[in-house]
């Protein structure tokens, strides 16, 4: 069926989509059935998570209406219809935040003997200890700034928590308004001792009296504004992207205010000032019970209280690196010469075999050369550290870094300067185009020949998130792919017009049309009667061309599974239009974040692993890979995870057409529902390495 074909309200509105994935990390910090420190994780992950949203995401939409360029969404909406509709939702989410912190968290961790407590709430000694700590850490610190005649209204950083305080001069009695800054770089809750908390602005609420000696404070409230913190760095900058963009980087906390957060209890005086100083409207201001800025939860869920968390969890060693003889850490590019290696992180670690892949190979004396992506990693990344290894030992070492990488940007111009001075040749990729892709190679000479051992992942080289986020990679030595990949650093390098690959599906020439063609495939696979099924895993489904191409399997009667973490714009179970598709989103101790795209083929199957959802920015303004597992076994295990994830017996968020999520809460049976990243962790437990 053609796409004019297809009704007009098909898509559902990406941003309240994603708001909608919030309220998913949201419902399980009202889970009872996790411990209470994982609760109050997810409650900071929640607050993280709107804040970037509101920094990008409405940023954006505000800028598209200022403008003028404001077109209407795939889902009909105009911009402004989306961020009315997106300021109704976001208030009630973060009133729902705010009151599952006060009236079920607090309690839970109370009850354990965990207490965040207000100033009032302090004994004596507590209070004599805070009046030292205030002394010693916060009064050399602290500016406060006045507004009057000569003191025009101060600049307010972005996502700084700050104190408007009214003073009055007792001499004259004229009232006046000041703001005081809370240091980001102290705790946002301060240790008493004992566990027991308390937010660091009321420690400085209660000595503002020594701020502003010899007056009188009336009042004091805390706010917190958040501000358009997009980069945008223009094509012409690209000769000196660093410059550019660190220029751009500075402009970054001069951006408008797009949302102003003040606790509930503020003077209705002190508020209009702020607004009107800020320049926001009533829709932009959320009234919420203190405290603010929950991401600073994390200072407490990092206690060492492993009986209100969730089992420690350490990753093994993949099975096909570990070596039965020996147990000395394996030899992974032996391990690759053998037979290609599939890893799903976290459940096998990171360490064990991508970095320490990178860690042999600068070291190894025939290897010649490491040609590498990089999108994130930390600033003392052990992959880092490998690189500059192998240039010291006389290697050729290429980075390919993606320095527009969104707010890692700083972090990533730092250690790429590291990296060059180090004498690795380092790029910053194509005009116009993010690096994405997550690609490593590493050419030997094996005595023989020279032979290619590639990496090709679906989660970024940073060891410490591997821990955290679940992500697919392939080892592989065959020679098709290391040829697809030579040709790949080429065009990232130099000038290459190289778009035709056997093993992978490149962004932006290959990615949409390759997965489009082969939705194509299985409609004509099921009329002709042979094995036919479509199933996607990735973060975001968001492109209406490959949306369309989903409608059209359905339609034609493929089982369409989609598995997404976040955004899903596509509709399922609308009759006449997506009967035959399922949409589920897993969220847990882990963040799914691999990609993976299944077809049945005919009885052939075809499994597809890499860095590319299917948005718009991914296949069309980033470079972005996919390498098509060949391995049977490894087919066959990205296909028992969705068999898995879709069984009618594990705990899923599925899709209802209007858009609702709804959690799962009991098998068709009436029985428990299995958690799947937990089911996942016991079979991991329960392996046996040699």
Request: hydrophobic share 40%.
């Amino acid at each position: 069926m053609e796409t004019e074909s297809l009704p007009a309200d098909r898509f559902l509105d990406r941003e309240l989509s994603w708001l909608a994935f919030n309220q998913r990390v949201l419902e399980l910090a009202e889970d009872q059935d996790l411990p209470c420190l994982e609760r109050a994780k997810f409650l900071a992950i929640f607050a993280s998570n709107l804040d970037e949203f509101f920094m990008v995401r409405v940023a954006g939409l505000k800028r598209r209406i200022a403008t003028g360029i404001a077109v209407k969404a795939a889902s009909g909406l105009s911009p402004r219809e989306v961020l009315e509709n997106i300021w109704e939702r976001a208030h009630e989410l973060q009133r729902q935040h705010a009151h599952a912190f006060r009236d079920d968290i607090l309690p839970a961790l109370s009850g354990v003997g965990i207490q965040l407590l207000r100033w009032e709430s302090l004994s004596e000694s507590e209070r004599r200890e805070m009046d030292v700590f205030f002394d010693a850490h916060l009064f050399p610190v602290l500016t406060p700034l006045a507004v009057d005649p000569s003191h025009p209204f101060p600049y307010i950083s972005g996502l700084s928590l700050n104190l408007a305080v009214v003073v009055r001069n007792p001499i004259t009695g004229l009232e006046l308004f000041a703001r005081v800054k809370i240091p980001p770089s102290l705790p946002r809750f301060v240790l008493l001792g004992d566990q027991r908390f308390v937010p660091l602005e009321d420690v400085i609420a209660a000595h503002l009296d020594q701020l502003f000696p010899g007056m009188q404070v009336l009042q004091h409230h805390s706010f917190r504004v958040t501000r358009n913190e997009d980069v945008e760095v223009e094509e012409d900058d690209a000769e000196n992207l660093l410059l550019a963009l660190e220029r751009e980087l500075m402009r970054r906390r001069f951006g408008p205010p797009v949302r102003l957060e003040v606790e509930e209890s503020i003077d209705s005086h002190v508020l209009a000032l702020l607004v009107s100083e800020l320049d926001v409207n009533e829709h932009e201001v959320f009234h919420l019970p203190g405290p603010l800025d929950l991401t600073g939860l994390w200072s407490v869920v990092t206690l060492d209280r492993d009986d209100l968390k969730q089992p420690r969890f350490v990753s093994k060693t993949a099975k096909r690196l570990a070596d039965v003889e020996s147990s000395s850490p394996p030899d992974v590019l032996a391990a690759i010469r053998e037979r290609d290696v599939l890893l799903h992180h976290p459940y096998d670690s990171f360490s064990t075999s991508v970095q320490l892949f990178l860690e042999q190979a600068a070291v190894d004396p025939n290897v010649l050369a490491i040609k590498q992506t990089l999108y994130r990693t930390s600033g003392d990344s052990p992959i880092v550290d490998a690189l500059i290894n192998a240039a010291e030992n006389g290697k050729q070492v290429l980075a390919i870094v993606e320095i527009k990488a969104r707010f890692d940007e700083q972090n990533n111009i730092d250690w790429s300067r590291k990296l060059e001075q180090s004498g690795v040749h380092v790029v910053y990729g194509l005009v116009g185009l993010k690096t994405h892709s997550k690609l490593s190679m590493v050419v030997r000479n094996d005595g023989d020949q020279l032979r290619r051992y590639c990496h090709i992942g679906t989660g970024n080289y940073h060891p410490k998130t591997a821990r955290l986020y679940e992500d697919f990679g392939l080892l592989t030595c065959n020679p098709e792919v290391g040829d697809d990949i030579s040709n790949l650093f080429n065009v990232l390098s130099g000038y290459s017009l190289h778009t035709e690959y056997a093993r992978l599906l490149v962004a932006p020439h290959s990615v949409r049309t390759g997965l489009i063609e082969r939705i194509d495939r299985e409609i004509e696979h099921h009329r002709q009667g042979r094995p036919a099924r479509i199933r996607f895993k990735c973060n975001a489904l968001v492109d209406e061309r490959v949306i369309d191409a989903l409608y059209r399997a359905s339609q034609a009667g493929v089982q369409v599974d989609i598995w997404v973490r976040g955004i899903c714009a596509m509709r399922p179970g609308v009759f006449g239009l997506s009967e035959m598709t399922r949409v589920i989103s897993i969220l847990g101790r882990f963040l799914e974040h691999s990609r993976a795209f299944c077809f049945d083929n005919g009885g052939d199957p075809e499994t597809w692993i890499g860095s590319a959802d299917m948005m718009h920015r991914n296949l069309d303004r980033r470079v972005e890979a996919l390498v098509r597992l060949k391995d049977p076994e490894h087919i066959t295990s990205v296909n028992d995870l969705f068999d898995l994830a879709f069984d009618p017996r594990t705990s899923v968020w599925d899709l209802h057409p209007d858009g609702a999520w709804l959690r799962r809460t009991t098998a068709p049976d009436g029985s428990p529902l299995r958690e799947f990243q937990e089911t996942l962790v016991a079979r991991q437990g329960k392996r046996i390495d040699p």
